[in-house]
């Protein structure tokens, strides 16, 4: 069975610091794997989607890279800022099924 | 474009009520989903919908029920709702199912008294 895990589970950091967000996985047979984005109170935006057979996406100051054999993707994020606080989810799809299944998120917070 | 709408946005019942959510998506997207999210648990999957006129279980599928009206549309019923269904519901869409981006609607928070 497909388990996610996302450590830590909070993250406080000064502003213009670069971080490391992760997400672990068990079962390397993947469709894909995407970072999200969760403000308080708010719905999932999508951040980076990548693909089973790609290593990284960028987008901005967010780059996504992607390790199958080792089972764990990193979100990395330059130079933080203060609206950049929120939780960060990742979820995978497994190969064979319709279903995604998502990590428990680490909440960033940014301080000024 | 308004991607993926939900109603309502809150909603009070009392146990052994019942109540449909709604959700619409004008991507022209295939797929559907329903997760419920909970403090410490993250998103779970309800039911899905891997294109028109098929419909599958999740991970908690019980004392729910979907029905996909048609492409666009993706229905949630609570039959008679418990304390336990508290939560936050999300509707979301993909293009492709397992492969494509999901994108999800503004949630839904229900409490169930």
């Known amino acids: 069975k497909q388990e996610v895990t996302q450590i830590p589970a909070a993250l406080s950091v000064p502003e213009g610091e670069n971080l490391v967000l992760n997400c672990s996985f068990t079962d390397s047979a993947i469709y894909n794997l995407q970072w999200f984005r969760q403000d308080p109170g708010k719905g999932l935006t999508s951040l980076l989607l990548i693909q089973s057979s790609q290593r990284e996406q960028t987008s901005g100051r967010l780059n996504a890279s992607l390790d199958k054999s080792s089972g764990r993707s990193t979100l990395y994020i330059a130079a933080s800022q203060p609206g950049d606080s929120a939780t960060y989810l990742c979820a995978l799809s497994t190969s064979g099924t319709y279903k995604y299944i998502f990590g428990t998120g680490t909440r960033l917070k940014v301080l000024a | 474009n308004a991607g993926v709408t939900q109603t309502p946005k809150f909603q009070v019942l009392k146990t052994g009520q019942s109540m449909t959510l709604q959700c619409a998506q004008d991507?022209?997207?295939?797929?559907m989903y329903w997760y419920r999210q909970d403090p410490g648990m993250g998103l779970r999957l309800i039911y899905y919908s891997a294109s028109e006129g098929t419909t599958d279980k999740g991970e908690v599928p019980n004392g729910y029920n979907v029905s996909r009206l048609n492409k666009r549309e993706f229905s949630l019923r609570l039959e008679s709702a418990a304390p336990s269904q508290t939560s936050v519901y999300f509707c979301?869409?993909?293009?492709?199912?397992?492969?494509?981006?999901?994108?999800f609607g503004p949630g839904t928070r229900l409490t169930v008294t």
């Open positions: 979301a869409s993909s293009e492709s199912g397992p492969t494509g981006e999901q994108y």
């Open positions: 991507m022209n997207h295939n797929s």
